[in-house]
């Protein structure tokens, strides 16, 4: 069993940024792939970026390529997601999720908020 823990949410100004922590514990293995998917009132959950727990290459959506970093650091199994220029667009529930390559994600935290105000 994989439990996944989000925190770093928060309000910030837009233009600001913020750094969100997705702690794991339990067995992962290398071909899994970590994400982070949001969701804003009203709306479906929304992909954001992904990496392999191992490393190596990374995926965003347009929507935030350029301003977000995901990351990981094996040592403290954490995922971390590193969020630069903010804009109110970017208002959501962030949630953490794993699952193994090619499958659906089937492990998931409970969120955490962010707030961009204007």
């Known amino acids: 069993q994989v439990q996944l823990v989000e925190s770093g949410g928060g309000l910030v100004q837009t233009g600001g940024s913020l750094r969100l922590s997705c702690a794991v514990s339990?067995?992962?293995?290398?071909?899994?792939?970590m994400a982070w998917f949001r969701q804003a009132p009203a709306k479906g959950r929304e992909f954001v970026a992904n990496?392999?727990?191992?490393?190596?290459?990374?995926g965003y959506s347009d929507s935030v390529k350029g301003r977000f970093t995901i990351s990981r650091d094996n040592n403290k199994n954490t995922v971390y997601l590193q969020m630069n220029s903010l804009e109110p667009g970017d208002t959501a529930v962030y949630y953490c999720?794993?699952?193994?390559?090619?499958?659906?994600?089937?492990?998931w935290g409970r969120g955490t908020q962010v707030t961009v105000s204007s």
């Open positions: 990496m392999y727990w191992t490393g190596g290459s990374t």
């Open positions: 339990g067995r992962i293995f290398n071909d899994y792939v």
């Open positions: 999720a794993v699952g193994p390559r090619g499958q659906s994600y089937n492990f």
